[in-house]
């Protein structure tokens, strides 16, 4: 009998015939206030399978509007969806965060989920979190020259503003992985007024527009290129802690027993913080983290 993980918070979907007939067939997908919409267009072609450097395709399904691209990534799974399907919408009315947070997903960011089904034991089910990120900061990085640090456990920041967040969902069956729904969103054109206290966007960062287009391309390139050497866990860690914006650094971490305060000293393949604390040394599996200022 499958099992769930208790961090993930998917719940049954109905097993249909599989189905994409809620997306938008043909459409494109403009930043906001866009007076050149060529440069900034995603291509419409709805579920095209899209070649890529493995060669085994990408299936690439988009839409305007969603509820959620992790919550439609679940059902369609569910339904028997291909490896690297990846769903994409203009905008989510029901985007998710961590921990049942909500999250803005309005027109001008990338909002995606990709499904993958990762041969791996469930205990490396949390190096998938620091994957993804060290994947998305080198694809930002690339595309346009911004320098985002990581952010524990699984948040992409430029100067402690949240640039990008992450939200990994897994099924189990009692040692393997069914699947993992990697949910994306990154905060690409949005302006202030449309950004939660405490976020940035490449836009605020730059001071321009990007083409949704080239930036979900290049993210999954780098996706994709990542996944490969996503098994060794030493390098998949330490390329992260490279990174890390907390690294030795004072800070707080609020977790469902209360605060903890001490020094970053580095993170587990297990997904924990290691924190240097007046009573020594304590790992933390969980929680939300914020420099002590
Ligand atoms: C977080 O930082 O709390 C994670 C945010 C993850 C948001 C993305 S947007 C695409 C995908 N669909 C969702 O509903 N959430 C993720």
């Known amino acids: 009998m499958q099992k769930e993980l208790t961090r993930c918070n998917f719940e049954l979907g109905l097993l249909l015939v599989l189905r994409v007939g809620e997306p938008s067939q043909r459409y494109r997908l403009r930043a906001p206030d866009n007076p050149n919409p060529p440069s900034r267009v995603l291509t419409p072609k709805t579920g095209t399978p899209t070649p890529t450097r493995r060669g ?172 490969e050497t996503s098994r060794d866990e030493n390098a998949v860690v330490s390329d992260w802690w490279k990174h890390c914006a907390h690294r030795m650094k004072p800070v707080i971490i609020e977790t469902g027993n209360g605060k903890i305060r001490g020094k970053c000293l580095g993170v587990n393949p297990d997904g924990s913080i290691i924190i240097q604390t007046e009573r020594g040394n304590i790992t933390v599996p969980d929680g939300t983290l914020r420099l002590d200022a």
Request: aromatic share 8%; proline share 5%.
């Open 56 to 227: 085994c395709g990408l299936n690439i399904i988009r839409y305007k509007r969603i509820s959620s691209t992790n919550t439609k990534a679940k059902t369609l799974v569910e339904k028997g969806a291909a490896d690297w399907t990846v769903l994409v919408s203009e905008v989510q009315t029901q985007g998710r965060g961590r921990s049942g947070r909500s999250w803005k997903s309005p027109k001008g960011g990338l909002w995606f989920s990709l499904i993958i089904r990762p041969k791996i034991p469930i205990e490396r089910i949390p190096l998938l979190q620091f994957w993804v990120a060290n994947a998305l900061r080198k694809g930002i990085e690339e595309a346009y020259g911004v320098r985002p640090e990581v952010k524990w456990p699984n948040d992409l920041v430029v100067d402690w503003k949240k640039l990008a967040g992450i939200l990994i969902e897994t099924k189990i069956s009692g040692p393997e992985v069914v699947y993992a729904i990697v949910g994306i969103g990154l905060n690409l054109n949005l302006s202030a007024e449309q950004l939660p206290t405490g976020a940035t966007s490449i836009f605020l960062v730059k001071k321009k527009r990007f083409s949704l287009e080239k930036t979900f391309s290049s993210i999954l390139t780098v996706l994709e290129r990542h996944y």
